[in-house]
């Protein structure tokens, strides 16, 4: 991790959670719609969501909107969603 993102973490969030999760099937992708109570919670998610992604070596969609944040999860090899994306979706709900 960064050491801005390990700052964030540490100093201005505390494991933020978001206060609004959308989920939807669309564009052969799994979407989740997070929205955090500041741009440093969202940015936190962001790090641990890296985190996880790098330790399943299965990389998402990311897009930071100031205290949005979209993730896609799809497994473009396979031309759509897998096991594994419902997977990943899951735990990706479980950091938000």
Same mark, same amino acid.
């Given at each position: 991790?960064?050491?801005?993102?390990?700052?964030?973490?540490?100093?201005?969030?505390?494991?933020?959670?978001?206060?609004?999760?959308?989920?939807?099937?669309?564009?052969?992708?799994?979407? #989740?719609?997070?929205?955090?109570?500041?741009?440093?919670? &969202?940015?936190?998610?962001?790090? =641990?969501?890296? $985190? %996880? @992604?790098?330790?399943?070596?299965?990389?998402?969609?990311?897009?930071?909107?100031?205290? #949005?944040?979209?993730?896609?999860?799809?497994?473009?090899? &396979?031309?759509?969603?897998?096991? =594994?994306?419902? $997977? %990943? @979706?899951?735990?990706?709900?479980?950091?938000?």
């Amino acid at each position: 991790m960064s050491e801005l993102l390990a700052y964030l973490a540490r100093e201005l969030v505390d494991e933020p959670e978001a206060v609004r999760v959308v989920e939807q099937e669309r564009d052969d992708a799994l979407v #989740r719609e997070l929205e955090f109570e500041s741009f440093p919670a &969202a940015i936190a998610f962001v790090g =641990r969501l890296a $985190e %996880l @992604a790098e330790s399943e070596n299965h990389h998402p969609d990311i897009d930071v909107r100031y205290r #949005r944040v979209v993730v896609r999860w799809t497994t473009h090899s &396979a031309g759509g969603v897998t096991d =594994r994306d419902r $997977e %990943l @979706a899951r735990r990706t709900d479980e950091i938000g």
